[in-house]
């Protein structure tokens, strides 16, 4: 029962594929502070020697196609064995597979970057230490790490999807000052935190961080 929020997604996203992909086609040209965070993140990628970039939580793809265009060498992971099938149809030349953040199917120190963008959103309080541990792991020294979420204090349960058919999941809003601070707990460095659109209802974050060199 402890993991039933993690079949729950699942379930939801493979439900609701088709229509959380049509949600998001076209997002990153509505949103120029997003692109301009998925520039930074490519470029430390860079700074830091490059190497492989995991799209932790990746859905339909259109972000590890973002990232390939920006010379990143990304790669997708998603739980939803339907998203994953979304991405690979929708962008045969690059590689996506199944696997949960909880427990990321890459070994220790494999990749030069990770990147969870709106995708720990659907994690309670008391997995986020675990999943920002399993980002430390798979990451190598100095490695950046991005993460995007929902700003605010709350929690809101999702029973109907964007196709109209039913659903159960969780989305959770949080402050950047948590985010950080489960960060720093999990080792990390915090490099930067970008608060993006605070006068909507629904504000968005995203904060840059490093695993530790050593």
């Known amino acids: 029962m402890a993991d039933n929020w993690l079949n729950e997604t699942r379930d939801s996203y493979d439900t609701d594929g088709a229509g959380y992909a049509e949600k998001v086609q076209g997002l990153l040209d509505e949103h120029p502070h997003l692109r301009a965070s ?11 020697g490059g190497g492989p970039v995991a799209d932790v939580g990746c859905g339909p793809g259109y972000i590890t196609r973002h990232l390939q265009d920006l010379g990143v060498d990304a790669f997708g992971i998603d739980l939803s064995p339907e998203m994953i099938a979304i991405a690979r149809r929708d962008h045969p030349d690059l590689g996506f597979e199944v696997g949960s953040m909880t427990d990321l199917p890459l070994l220790d120190r494999s990749v030069g970057g990770v990147l969870a963008f709106w995708s720990v959103i659907h994690i ?22 991005l993460v995007g979420f929902h700003v605010g204090d ?4 999702s029973t109907i999807g964007y196709t109209g058919r039913p659903i159960s999941v969780d989305s959770h809003r949080r ?10 707990e999990a080792g990390f460095t915090i490099d930067a935190e970008l608060l993006i659109r605070p006068d909507e209802e629904i504000p968005g974050a995203v904060v840059f961080a490093r695993a530790p060199q050593a």
Do not use: I
Not at 38 to 48: D, I, K, N, R, Y
Not at 124 to 141: M, T
């Open 38 to 48: 998925l520039t930074v993140f490519a470029e430390s990628v860079g700074g830091a």
């Open 124 to 145: 309670p309080d008391v997995a986020v230490p675990g999943v920002f541990g399993e980002f430390r792991r798979v990451l190598r020294p100095g490695g950046p790490l």
């Open 154 to 157: 709350e929690t809101r349960h």
């Open 175 to 184: 402050r950047p000052e948590q985010v950080s601070r489960w960060l720093r």
